[in-house]
């Protein structure tokens, strides 16, 4: 059973730093892209920032310069390092493979994201 678990996000002042991370089991992560995204409140999941199977790395422009994606693939973990914090970043962030989620049965799957929140 596909299982993406998010952790690592909290309340952090503007100018902070949160590093988050994505335990997977059930599917190995470097068999995809993956990508972290985030949904703000009241707008819809976008994507932050990906990782593909040869080590490339694309990001939103927003955030360009400020976070970055890596992957463990021992640990069939994938990270987001988030500096340079805005309240803008405000969110639920989810990992998933990019573009497509990935699915159990007929369904997407979806973890319980780690909320951030970024405020003084």
């Known amino acids: 059973q596909v299982q993406l678990v998010e952790s690592g996000g909290g309340l952090v002042q503007p100018g902070g730093s949160l590093r988050l991370s994505c335990a997977a089991s059930?599917?190995?992560?470097?068999?995809?892209?993956m990508a972290w995204y985030r949904q703000r409140q009241g707008k819809q999941r976008e994507m932050v920032a990906t990782?593909?199977?040869?080590?490339?790395?694309n990001y939103k422009e927003s955030v360009k310069g400020r976070f970055t994606i890596s992957r463990d693939n021992a640990e069939n973990t994938l990270y987001l390092q988030m500096n340079s914090l805005k309240p803008e970043d405000t969110a639920v962030y989810y990992c998933?493979?990019?573009?497509?989620?990935?699915?159990?049965?007929?369904?997407?799957?979806w973890g319980q994201g780690t909320p951030v929140t970024v405020s003084s």
């Open positions: 998933n493979r990019f573009p497509f989620p990935l699915r159990i049965g007929p369904n997407d799957y």
């Open positions: 059930g599917t190995t992560i470097s068999d995809y892209i």
């Open positions: 990782f593909n199977s040869a080590g490339l790395t």
